[in-house]
């Protein structure tokens, strides 16, 4: 093995690094420093802050979101499924029946429950 064939992946590196830290070090260097309180105050608003940043979320807010990417993820595996589905034939059409059948399921427990509600 030769020192050749790792010229690409330095070149990769360094072009990179390039990428990454040029813009930084040129807005570094030819940026306006004009620093005054208000540009040195932890909030970007100008303002202080009126409520505690720690403050409790509703545990609902968590649900729907982890709702969505799940079904979400779920309908992303139709693509796939319906671009194959000449080659993958009826069996591949009854195990998505199947795992679709599923997701109706989990779909009305949830809805059910009232994890869908929002008060």
């Known amino acids: 093995?030769?020192?050749?064939?790792?010229?690409?992946?330095?070149?990769?590196?360094?072009v990179g690094?390039?990428?990454?830290?040029?813009?930084?070090?040129?807005?570094?260097?030819?940026?306006?420093?004009?620093?005054?309180?208000?540009?040195?105050?932890?909030?970007?608003?100008?303002?202080?802050?009126?409520e505690d940043a720690r403050m409790k979320f509703d545990v609902r807010y968590y649900l729907v979101a982890i709702l969505f990417i799940l079904f979400d993820l779920e309908?992303?595996?139709?693509?796939?499924?319906?671009?194959?589905?000449?080659?993958?034939g009826f069996t591949g059409f009854v195990a998505m029946m199947i795992f679709l059948a599923i997701l109706v399921v989990g779909f009305a427990y949830e809805w059910k429950k009232g994890a869908l509600d929002w008060e």
């Open 75 to 88: 309908i992303a595996f139709l693509f796939p499924w319906a671009v194959s589905l000449k080659d993958i």
């Open 17 to 50: 690094l390039l990428v990454g830290v040029a813009p930084q070090a040129i807005g570094y260097l030819l940026g306006p420093k004009k620093p005054d309180a208000a540009k040195n105050s932890p909030y970007e608003c100008g303002f202080e802050a009126f």
């Open 1 to 14: 093995m030769s020192l050749e064939q790792y010229l690409p992946v330095l070149l990769f590196i360094v």
